[in-house]
């Protein structure tokens, strides 16, 4: 993702290869809400940020909780997290600090990376079907533009792995929650299974529609397309494992 802004960009997905954690953790567990040794977790950050060129200090994390909720960030939140208390209720965070890095946490929902290439700003939010149907992918467009004068006409945008469609099943609520939506009748959203009752809906669709409709244009949103449900050598998956699992985490930050 963002291959274009290598050089200006950190931009990043953990997988689940390449740590020391064990059994349902195995391996590069960077879950601070699962029952993994705190050691463990700890080791896998410093390799997982050491392969990307970052120090773990340099990391701001959330407490997520499936919220709207899109907060500024500076070099005075580094080490929030993992060094200093996380703040709760926010899934969303915009900054134009060089060295700041922005983390979200995932196990099937999907990250939504923003760049604005002219203000030298990004944004990063976490996005289950909650936060999709609340449309945080706006809210933190609209806090760019709040905080960074960005324009969206000028910003890129990436959705990374998450759960695709076909293993996402739910029923009415998220499809209630879709049609409460400010952007409406979004071609693809979701299909129906009259055999099963069951709905399969598509996070990056939803959230490329809501990033669309805040005026990025479509050529300027990528979507990543892996699965974290269906690669189950790469990912851990909540909808395929349930609390016994580790985590992902998302990284955007600038040089």
Known sequence: MFEQFKDKLVCDYSTRNGGVSTGCYDSMNLSLTTDDALANILENYKLWCGSLGIDTRQ??????????????VDEENCGEGLYKPRRAGVDGMVTNSKGVALITSHADCAPIY??????????????????TTLEIARRTVEKMKEEFDSNPAELYAAIGPCISMKNFECGEDVISAISNMSVKDI???????????????????VNKAVLMSTGIPESQIEIDGRCTFAERKKYFSHRRDGLKRGGQMAVLMLK
């Open 59 to 72: 990391l701001v994390m959330l407490h997520q909780t499936h919220s709207s909720e899109v907060i500024r």
């Open 114 to 131: 923003i760049y604005d290439p002219v203000n030298e700003a990004i944004g990063l939010s976490h996005a289950g079907w909650r936060g």
């Open 187 to 205: 071609p693809g959203a979701y299909t129906y299974n009259p055999e099963r009752g069951k709905f399969y809906v598509s996070l990056p669709i």
